[in-house]
């Protein structure tokens, strides 16, 4: 880093980018709900883990307990809210999968526009 510029300006560039996401992030996550925030992240994995070649159901697979660190709540509250969406018919869950069944409503609880 000391002999190349070009490598420190890039590194900056990019620590500064992961530096706006993550004050975004913190913003969304001071200023909406829990329901809003789960399904924000519900949201956010099911597009990390999509294929682009296979339509089939994206299945996430994480633990309550990770996805409440996620959400930044209790895993009582998760376990709640993914049981009403699946009563909503938003998702539906296999032990500790969950498949998304309508993005379209779950984009709409996440308050996303």
């Given at each position: 880093?000391?002999?190349?510029?070009?490598?420190?300006?890039?590194?900056?560039?990019?620590?500064?980018?992961?530096?706006?996401?993550?004050?975004?992030?913190?913003?969304?996550?001071?200023?909406?709900?829990?329901?809003?925030r789960l399904a924000l992240q519900l949201i956010v994995v099911?597009?990390?883990?999509?294929?682009?070649?296979?339509?089939?159901?994206?299945?996430?697979?994480?633990?309550?307990?990770?996805?409440?660190?996620?959400v930044g709540t209790a895993r009582e509250n998760v376990v709640?809210?993914?049981?009403?969406?699946?009563?909503?018919?938003?998702?539906?869950?296999?032990?500790?999968?969950?498949?998304?069944?309508?993005?379209?409503?779950?984009?709409?609880?996440?308050?996303?526009?």
């Open positions: 880093m000391e002999r190349s510029e070009i490598l420190s300006r890039r590194l900056l560039r990019t620590l500064s980018h992961e530096f706006v996401v993550l004050v975004n992030s913190l913003t969304v996550a001071s200023r909406r709900p829990v329901r809003e099911r597009e990390k883990y999509k294929s682009e070649t296979n339509n089939s159901p994206v299945e996430i697979n994480l633990s309550r307990d990770d996805l409440a660190s996620l709640r809210i993914l049981s009403e969406f699946k009563e909503e018919g938003i998702l539906s869950t296999r032990g500790r999968k969950i498949m998304v069944r309508d993005i379209k409503r779950l984009i709409e609880v996440a308050n996303y526009k």
